[in-house]
T-cell receptor, first 110, second 114 residues
């Protein structure tokens, strides 16, 4: 079946550091791609998405570009804040369901 | 606009006991999902409803799990009897339709089986 592979954590960074979390997918065709975020004690929230090749999703300073040639959707942020501490999940949508990666825990220190 | 509402938020039960989770999706959303999230893992789909019809229940362990969405709005997920391995977060989610739309998640029901 489809699977999404994302960089293992945990990742610990200092404030204002650059963050990148790698994500690759195996779904065939042109799935929609998503990054969800789960803050401590809260539910999953959509962070950004892209629905076709070369699209760039962006939100709250985060960006990810849909790369069909490398089947990737890496998440980046140029300058992280303490409030970005959370678990980040990459997901693809194919056959009417989301398939998630295992999640990457990010901790940002002041 | 209210989001996806789930209850209870937390439940601790002894093994072999039954448990039920309730979900109210976002108003107007025809598609409803139940996911299970084990500790340290991403969510995995249990069942998907289109209105009141379960269109994908291939990952639902039907020997002990059941779900219903009788009027195409609220949904209930039941486990009977619960096993230790059922300890997880049960997430309900909804979307306007299944095709290409963003899926919105509730805060989850945290189950601990002891």
């Amino acid at each position: 079946g489809d699977s999404v592979t994302q960089m293992e954590g945990p990742v610990t960074l200092s404030e204002e550091a650059f963050l990148t979390i790698n994500c690759t997918y195996t779904a065939t065709g042109y799935p929609s791609l998503f990054w969800y975020v789960q803050y401590p004690g809260e539910g999953l929230q959509l962070l950004l998405k892209a629905t076709k090749a070369d699209d760039k999703g962006s939100n709250k300073g985060f960006e990810a570009t849909y790369r069909k040639e490398t089947t990737s959707f890496h998440l980046e942020k140029g300058s992280v804040q303490v409030s970005d501490s959370a678990v980040y999940f990459c997901a693809d949508s194919n056959d009417y369901k989301l398939s998630f990666g295992a999640g990457t825990t990010v901790t940002v220190r002041a | 606009e209210a989001g996806v509402v789930q209850s209870p938020r937390y439940k601790i039960i002894e093994k072999k006991q039954p448990v039920a989770f309730w979900c109210n999706p976002i108003s107007g959303h025809n598609t409803l999902y139940w996911y299970r999230q084990n500790l340290g893992q991403g969510p995995e789909l249990l069942i998907r409803y289109e209105n009141e019809e379960a269109v994908d229940d291939s990952q639902l362990p039907k020997d002990r799990f059941s779900a219903e969405r009788l009027k195409g709005v609220d949904s209930t997920l039941k486990i009977q009897p619960a096993e230790l391995g059922d300890s997880a977060v049960y997430l309900c989610a909804s979307s306007p339709t299944a095709s290409g739309n963003t899926i919105y998640f509730g805060e989850g029901s945290w189950l601990t089986v002891v």
